[in-house]
């Protein structure tokens, strides 16, 4: 996970971590909770980020290229994280995603790029079974086949996401709609998805408390 | 009186479930289960999350319970630096209650099996603060 994320941080000139890493230069990483390891972790950053939402005949008149928000979805879940019916997903994240994609009436499958809360490297595992990018237990094949890779199947976090972006808690969700409307606007030079049409955004609030799914079109 | 001396660092003075505080200063770890529909959470809670009644019982958690999962936390978060290393795991007791908690410093690394047994138990601080922490059965 995060060989890939270091591949496609070192492009991204607004990332705190642009060296690329090697899988050895993660594995002998010192272990900070285990079993993550420093580079299992994303980095404190300071940021901020802007979105000009506008009405849609507005939004004609001030871009070329609009992008249209058509899928949302928000949950919550206890404060608690260990009373929870499970602790291998996000219940909040399975609910938010199952609004954002009835909302726009498209499946897993239709999205064509994806920005996920990969706040540590397992967070974005999860992320692939929560949103039903891969079959719970299997978000390990995805990555380990490179079908998150920018020419997969599912193209996921392809700017580096937050552990090559750093994470300013409050900042990161408007980065992660910055990427995918530059990937809508085919504008993202440094790692652009061929083709893409639909694009997703998966952000986590505190330790699961919060889930916000949102799904964008060109 | 309320959770102003819980823990290494205690985020919050006031809770709508402050007796847990007077049950720990006196050597009991209790919680909570709903009298309306009939859940129970640790950390106590003084409103159901489940069914929203605010009409709840408290209980003891006693006997033994099994080491579900745990973390060796070599870096700890702002406050508890000068506590790490430490051994967070979850636990689970009588009910299917899990709970996370600190490891006691009379289990070392080398002897924690997941599914293992652990008892809960009070345990006081420096500077007259109180937590809680499993041990070895």
Redesign the interface.
Known sequence: MRVKNSHYGAANPKATYRKELGLEDILNSEVITSPLKKFDCCANADGASCIIVARGDVAKGITQVPIWIIGLGAATDTMTMAGRKSLTGLECAQEAGKQAYKMAGLKPQDIDVAEVHDCFTVSEILAYEDLGFAKPGEGVGLIEDKQTYADGKIPVNVDGGLLSKGHPIGATGGSQIRTIVRQLRRQATEAQVKGAEVGLVHNIGGIGQYGNVTILRR | MGFENFGTVSFTAAAKAADFMTHLEAGKVMTTRCRNCGAS???PKADC?ACLSSDVDWFEIKGQGKLN?Y?????GPTGFENDAPYI?A?GEFEGG????ARLGRDIKPDDIKVGMSLAISPVKLPDNRVAYEFNKV
Do not use: A, D, E, G
């Open positions: 959470y640790f950390p999350p999962t973390t060796i936390v070599n870096y967070l979850l209650i899990q709970i996370l």
